[in-house]
């Protein structure tokens, strides 16, 4: 393996630590990096009998970019993952029973659904993939379960439409999604209605970019959520057209809220862009620059804060 080059997983080692699927890479000190599961580890700990077994390949999905001089994973733009391509790779994880990957592709689908899916690989459609749990349990307190499934259908989302681990433009996301944005003088935040077969999401023009970015996530949260786009056909169509959706359950607002905060900040670029931005004094003391990662996810100090705080990093 070369230093600072990123790899994929073929052949897990043989204690499992370093597993099937994974992305990893190598820093100057031989120091062995992974996204998925194991975190860091030196070289005298990883290069032993039984864990140095391992096999890879050169990563085609995502390449090392930079974060503040730390090494992050960032997709290849011009690598296209077909729904194909992910089925294929689920049913071969499936074959060989490595169920807990498998998860990986389909995290909120059932079992049974998981199955039929990989029995036939013409089953390809967006809507199956986004099968949702949240309209069974709308009316549940956000507990971890259900924080860690929005986070998962936000991540998956930028995944199956090619968008990368940061929103870089969310008004191409939008497009992508089937929607349109319109810019309004005379309004206060934001409105969601359904379009025919898309949406419309209207946002103030009055609001900072931060801001507008982080609103249209939310409402984006509420259309996913709450309106059955592309997760419930039945809820779907039961949306009346241009008719500005209303929601003022406030369990559903945190949860289009967090839904926002998932997609704009995902989880392990997150995470790694907190360590990006922290300084560690002598003292052992750890400062992290809050400002640096607003800006890198290019949302409000306010928005990253609670981000961080309800991870219990700060």
Known sequence: MERNKLYTVTKASSDDVIRLGDLIWLSEDDTLNSIMYMGTCLRKNWD?????????EPCEKFHLGDCHGVPIPLRNRNYIVTDEEMIEKAQKLYLINEMKDVK??????SSDIIENILKDLTLTKKEVLLELYIHEKEKAKMTDYIRNMINSLAEDILDIYKIGF????????????GGSIQMKKDFSYASLEKNGDGFKIIVSSYQDEQRKRFAIAQELGHLFLHMGYKTNAEIWEKQADKVPFQEKDPEKVRQANEFAAALLMP???????L????????????????????????????????????????
């Open 166 to 177: 940061r929103v870089d433009d969310i008004n191409d996301l939008v497009q992508k999604l």
């Open 48 to 56: 032993v009998p039984g864990q140095n077994d391992f096999q890879v």
């Open 104 to 109: 990986k592709y389909f995290q909120f689908l």
């Open 275 to 314: 360590e990006a931005a922290s300084d560690i004094a002598e003292s052992g003391k750890r400062t992290i620059h809050m400002q640096a990662v607003a800006d890198f996810f290019n949302v409000s100090l306010s928005a990253a804060y609670t981000r961080a705080k309800i991870f219990g990093i700060i």
């Open 267 to 273: 989880r392990y670029i997150f995470f790694l862009t």
